[in-house]
């Protein structure tokens, strides 16, 4: 048998994701059987009983650790979730890279794999998982949210790097090399523009950051946890991420 190629630590935000969560982690172990891996599921005060769902699977399975938190403010807390995770994983295990994946089904385990893969053939940093490139299939998303989605992605390719189409998706793989310098940098954010600041970190250290195509499917259990002022906290958030990266601050 061939040694599985994944040596990776999985952070996965959450909040009241109790009827998605067990379907991701099952999905998890069957993907990654063989190889190393750790779930850190980031919980930022769950009431449906996702805590103990968590903590019920962890008994029987060291590969996964609860990290509860207390949300920090309204709307959608993604970022400050994100970088609590990393900074857990990187203390507590030996993995060579890390990932990024929501509860809600959307982002697929086998993704994961395929841009390990890729890393490892383009020598890439970062593995973004893209909806806009050839090739991605977006399934059940609103034609607003996919609209929104598009702006804003332009607004970032023309303040960052216009190589890069997907600077929204949560989804990407990196190096753990790439990890630890993205906890060097005190946040500007801990909303979902947090995850743009670590693009635009990486890339202002000349990382090689990558896109591949992803299929991405609205979520299927559970309600989303972004707010419609998350939409103008992100848009004024990715001026001021374009700001910074332009004026030298992540170098």
Same mark, same amino acid.
Request: proline residues 5%; charged residues 25%.
């Given at each position: 048998m061939?040694?599985?190629p994944v040596d990776v630590?999985?952070?996965?935000?959450?909040?009241?994701?109790?009827?998605?969560?067990?379907?991701l982690?099952?999905d998890?172990?069957?993907? /990654?059987?063989?190889?190393?891996?750790t779930?850190c599921?980031?919980d930022?005060g769950?009431?449906?009983?996702?805590?103990?769902?968590?903590?019920?699977r962890?008994?029987?399975?060291p590969?996964?650790h609860l990290?509860?938190?207390?949300?920090t403010?309204?709307?959608?807390?993604?970022g400050?979730?994100s970088?609590?995770?990393?900074?857990?994983?990187?203390?507590?295990t030996?993995?060579?890279?890390?990932t990024?994946?929501?509860a809600d089904?959307?982002?697929?385990?086998?993704?994961?794999?395929?841009?390990?893969?890729?890393?490892?053939?383009l020598?890439?940093?970062?593995?973004?998982?893209?909806?806009?490139?050839p090739?991605a299939?977006?399934t059940g998303?609103?034609?607003?949210?996919?609209a929104?989605s598009r702006?804003?992605?332009?607004l970032?390719?023309?303040l960052l790097?216009p190589?890069l189409h997907?600077?929204?998706?949560t989804f990407?793989?990196y190096?753990?090399?790439?990890?630890?310098l993205?906890?060097?940098y005190?946040?500007? /954010?801990d909303t979902?523009?947090?995850?743009?600041?670590?693009?635009?970190?990486?890339?202002?250290?000349?990382?090689?950051?990558?896109?591949?195509p992803?299929?991405?499917?609205?979520?299927?259990?559970?309600?989303?946890?972004v707010?419609p002022?998350?939409f103008?906290?992100?848009?004024?958030?990715?001026?001021r991420?374009?700001w910074?990266?332009?004026?030298?601050?992540y170098?």
């Amino acid at each position: 048998m061939t040694a599985s190629p994944v040596d990776v630590g999985v952070c996965v935000p959450v909040l009241d994701e109790r009827d998605a969560l067990g379907a991701l982690l099952d999905d998890l172990a069957r993907t /990654f059987d063989g190889g190393r891996y750790t779930v850190c599921i980031v919980d930022d005060g769950s009431t449906d009983g996702t805590r103990d769902l968590v903590a019920d699977r962890a008994r029987s399975d060291p590969r996964i650790h609860l990290l509860a938190r207390t949300k920090t403010g309204p709307g959608c807390r993604r970022g400050g979730a994100s970088r609590a995770g990393l900074a857990w994983l990187l203390e507590n295990t030996a993995h060579t890279h890390f990932t990024d994946v929501d509860a809600d089904g959307a982002h697929r385990p086998d993704e994961v794999v395929r841009a390990l893969g890729l890393a490892a053939r383009l020598g890439a940093d970062a593995v973004i998982a893209s909806k806009y490139v050839p090739g991605a299939v977006v399934t059940g998303r609103p034609l607003a949210r996919r609209a929104g989605s598009r702006a804003y992605n332009l607004l970032l390719r023309g303040l960052l790097a216009p190589h890069l189409h997907d600077y929204s998706n949560t989804f990407r793989t990196y190096s753990r090399a790439a990890a630890e310098l993205t906890q060097r940098y005190e946040p500007l /954010f801990d909303t979902p523009v947090y995850m743009v600041e670590m693009v635009a970190i990486w890339l202002s250290h000349g990382l090689r950051v990558v896109e591949m195509p992803t299929t991405y499917v609205e979520r299927r259990l559970g309600a989303s946890k972004v707010v419609p002022a998350d939409f103008v906290r992100g848009a004024s958030g990715a001026l001021r991420v374009g700001w910074a990266y332009r004026s030298g601050r992540y170098r």
